[in-house]
């Protein structure tokens, strides 16, 4: 075995670990929390039923267990596909949810305090937590600067498991509530209710106008909502659910008694508008798991909103419980998000290759002569199913289909270079120099220069080696270190993204092949060989991508 299977090797072994314990600890306590509920709020006629349901409950976990252990003991990968990545996120969310009322289902009158000391000890947990674990590497990190003790390259690894996991856990779980207490005459802690009332409070009534101004524009003007419109409601209506479950124990405020009354009535337009562009979306794309979850995610806003209208004296449990629901319902059975988006996915594809007269029997008849949208389509379904290591589930494809630029000309007829250019400007170092004639390939000019750095700018502040990169709307200043200073920088060049791209742009008019020289900027002893280069067509600059060869003579 080489050296890179077996760090692979010891790295899923760890995954392993701490995704099974952290699955295990949290279905310990749901049946834990269950059986308290039971013993607390049972009287003693009862007695011998609730030991049964304790046996039953406490039995089925070795089993569950063991299920979770083989969905995440793949061959492959741990959680290799999306299938058990989405199963196992979505039961570990359950069972988090269920463990915030399980206990309180036969006694739920102050479930709203309840839920407040749950969130206290979580906060308070993860304080510790955080503090626990920077300990931790200081130490490590001391022992290994000072006394030159190597450790496992995994150590900090090792470390945030047996920290954010074990001890977070256990520290969590000791300050649990109690069922058995009673907290009918909690009180919310003073800054808490400032927060509540006089901060929260204007800025949703603020923000949710701003939605409902757009919502009516875009019905005057006949206009389709932006797509960025279903995240702006979506992350604002769960924050309102949880905001109106909260804020249903302060009776003493009465403007706050008449918002939530109100308010409720105005989530629905926004649902509306919300649901409006999402079905445009998947009409447009077909359904994937994240558009399914904004749908469920929907029906439980909805749901939430008709409780908080209809029932406005009761405990509020039934929220969470609707969430359980929900989340099962996605994650399991013949409506669950992975089953929908790959029936949604093939039968989109299905229906290009009919129209395209491109299916005999069970295979695929090349065809280059389809249209540009057509190409796309395929393509961006090819793409979004290999994503998720379930190009199988589309069918048709040939046995071990593997999705690349070659294999899709040899099946589907066609070639992929250039597609989607309407769409973005790019650029490829080992796509895009790649004459048909492998003679007039030229090899990088690195002559006089002695050392180089891979350059990837993936945020706004990227350091590499002895450089520093920060990225500033339409440049990229790059920065070196002072030669005898480490910890300094100083300036020495700025790549200004407009001009890049106005020259790629003109490239792309003139050549079919771009060369590495063609783009690459020469500089202070410096040189950089662009290796991919993605501009979008409009003049938005915060999605630019882009990566290069940074050398040094």
């Given at each position: 075995?080489?050296?890179?299977?077996?760090?692979?090797?010891?790295?899923?072994?760890?995954?392993?670990?701490?995704?099974?314990?952290?699955?295990?600890?949290?279905?310990?306590?749901?049946?834990?929390?269950?059986?308290?509920?039971?013993?607390?709020?049972?009287?003693?006629?009862?007695?011998?039923?609730?030991?049964?349901?304790?046996?039953?409950?406490?039995?089925?976990?070795?089993?569950?267990?063991?299920?979770?252990?083989?969905?995440?003991?793949?061959?492959?990968?741990?959680?290799?596909?999306?299938?058990?990545?989405?199963?196992?996120?979505?039961?570990?969310?359950?069972?988090?949810?269920?463990?915030?009322?399980?206990?309180?289902?036969?006694?739920?009158k102050d479930y709203v305090a309840y839920f407040m000391k749950i969130m206290t000890s979580?906060?308070?947990?993860?304080?510790?937590?955080?503090?626990?674990?920077?300990?931790?590497?200081?130490?490590?990190?001391?022992?290994?600067?000072?006394?030159?003790?190597?450790?496992?390259?995994?150590?900090?690894?090792?470390?945030?498991?047996?920290?954010?996991?074990?001890?977070?856990?256990?520290?969590?779980?000791?300050?649990?509530?109690?069922?058995?207490?009673?907290?009918?005459?909690?009180?919310?802690?003073?800054?808490?209710?400032?927060?509540?009332?006089?901060?929260?409070?204007?800025?949703?009534?603020?923000?949710?106008?701003?939605?409902?101004?757009?919502?009516?524009?875009?019905?005057?003007?006949?206009?389709?909502?932006?797509?960025?419109?279903?995240?702006?409601?979506?992350?604002?209506?769960?924050?309102?659910?949880?905001?109106?479950?909260?804020?249903?124990?302060?009776?003493?405020?009465?403007?706050?008694?008449?918002?939530?009354?109100?308010?409720?009535?105005?989530?629905?337009?926004?649902?509306?508008?919300?649901?409006?562009?999402?079905?445009?979306?998947?009409?447009?794309?077909?359904?994937?798991?994240?558009?399914?979850?904004?749908?469920?995610?929907?029906?439980?806003?909805?749901?939430?909103?008709?409780?908080?209208?209809?029932?406005?004296?009761?405990?509020?449990?039934?929220?969470?419980?609707?969430?359980?629901?929900?989340?099962?319902?996605?994650?399991?059975?013949?409506?669950?998000?992975?089953?929908?988006?790959?029936?949604?996915?093939?039968?989109?594809?299905?229906?290009?290759?009919?129209?395209?007269?491109?299916?005999?029997?069970?295979?695929?008849?090349?065809?280059?002569?389809?249209?540009?949208?057509?190409?796309?389509?395929?393509?961006?379904?090819?793409?979004?199913?290999?994503?998720?290591?379930?190009?199988?589930?589309?069918?048709?494809?040939?046995?071990?289909?593997?999705?690349?630029?070659?294999?899709?000309?040899?099946?589907?007829?066609?070639?992929?270079?250039?597609?989607?250019?309407?769409?973005?400007?790019?650029?490829?170092?080992?796509?895009?120099?790649?004459?048909?004639?492998?003679?007039?390939?030229?090899?990088?000019?690195?002559?006089?220069?002695?050392?180089?750095?891979?350059?990837?700018?993936?945020?706004?502040?990227?350091?590499?080696?002895?450089?520093?990169?920060?990225?500033?709307?339409?440049?990229?200043?790059?920065?070196?270190?002072?030669?005898?200073?480490?910890?300094?920088?100083?300036?020495?060049?700025?790549?200004?993204?407009?001009?890049?791209?106005?020259?790629?742009?003109?490239?792309?008019?003139?050549?079919?092949?771009?060369?590495?020289?063609?783009?690459?900027?020469?500089?202070?002893?410096?040189?950089?060989?662009?290796?991919?280069?993605?501009?979008?067509?409009?003049?938005?600059?915060?999605?630019?991508?882009?990566?290069?060869?940074?050398?040094?003579?």
């Amino acid at each position: 075995m080489s050296t890179y299977n077996m760090g692979k090797s010891t790295e899923d072994f760890y995954l392993k670990f701490a995704f099974l314990s952290l699955f295990a600890i949290f279905l310990f306590a749901f049946v834990n929390l269950f059986n308290e509920g039971l013993l607390n709020y049972f009287n003693l006629n009862n007695l011998e039923r609730n030991h049964f349901f304790a046996i039953i409950s406490y039995a089925l976990c070795p089993p569950i267990l063991y299920g979770i252990y083989e969905l995440i003991n793949d061959d492959l990968g741990v959680l290799y596909t999306v299938d058990a990545k989405f199963i196992f996120i979505t039961f570990l969310f359950t069972l988090v949810v269920g463990t915030s009322f399980i206990a309180k289902a036969y006694y739920h009158k102050d479930y709203v305090a309840y839920f407040m000391k749950i969130m206290t000890s979580f906060v308070v947990s993860n304080i510790y937590s955080v503090i626990v674990f920077a300990g931790l590497s200081a130490i490590v990190f001391a022992l290994d600067k000072l006394f030159k003790i190597k450790f496992d390259s995994n150590i900090y690894v090792r470390c945030a498991i047996l920290v954010f996991i074990l001890f977070n856990v256990i520290t969590f779980l000791s300050d649990f509530p109690k069922t058995k207490t009673s907290y009918t005459d909690y009180k919310y802690p003073l800054p808490f209710r400032i927060l509540l009332i006089y901060i929260l409070l204007p800025l949703v009534i603020i923000y949710t106008a701003i939605l409902i101004v757009y919502f009516a524009k875009s019905l005057i003007l006949w206009e389709i909502p932006q797509g960025i419109i279903v995240n702006l409601v979506i992350w604002f209506s769960i924050f309102c659910v949880f905001y109106l479950f909260f804020i249903s124990r302060i009776e003493t405020n009465n403007f706050l008694n008449k918002f939530k009354k109100v308010f409720p009535f105005f989530i629905f337009p926004l649902l509306a508008m919300m649901y409006f562009a999402l079905i445009i979306r998947i009409n447009e794309y077909g359904m994937t798991e994240n558009r399914y979850l904004v749908f469920a995610f929907g029906i439980w806003i909805f749901l939430s909103m008709i409780y908080f209208i209809l029932y406005r004296d009761n405990s509020n449990i039934t929220i969470p419980i609707l969430l359980c629901i929900i989340l099962l319902c996605t994650s399991i059975g013949p409506i669950s998000a992975t089953r929908l988006t790959e029936k949604s996915q093939k039968n989109r594809f299905v229906d290009v290759l009919k129209r395209n007269n491109m299916i005999s029997g069970d295979k695929i008849i090349p065809n280059p002569d389809i249209s540009s949208d057509d190409k796309k389509l395929i393509t961006g379904i090819l793409q979004f199913m290999d994503s998720g290591n379930r190009l199988n589930k589309l069918g048709y494809l040939p046995d071990n289909f593997k999705y690349s630029d070659e294999s899709v000309t040899q099946v589907f007829g066609f070639d992929t270079t250039g597609l989607y250019s309407d769409v973005y400007l790019g650029y490829m170092l080992n796509e895009d120099y790649n004459p048909k004639n492998p003679a007039e390939l030229e090899p990088l000019d690195i002559e006089g220069y002695k050392s180089m750095v891979v350059v990837d700018i993936s945020s706004d502040d990227t350091i590499y080696s002895d450089y520093k990169f920060v990225r500033k709307e339409t440049k990229i200043d790059i920065y070196e270190t002072y030669p005898d200073n480490s910890d300094k920088f100083k300036k020495i060049y700025t790549i200004d993204l407009r001009e890049l791209k106005d020259k790629l742009k003109a490239l792309r008019k003139n050549e079919n092949n771009i060369k590495p020289d063609d783009l690459s900027i020469v500089f202070a002893e410096h040189k950089i060989i662009f290796t991919n280069l993605y501009f979008p067509n409009d003049d938005n600059f915060n999605d630019v991508y882009i990566s290069f060869y940074l050398m040094r003579s």
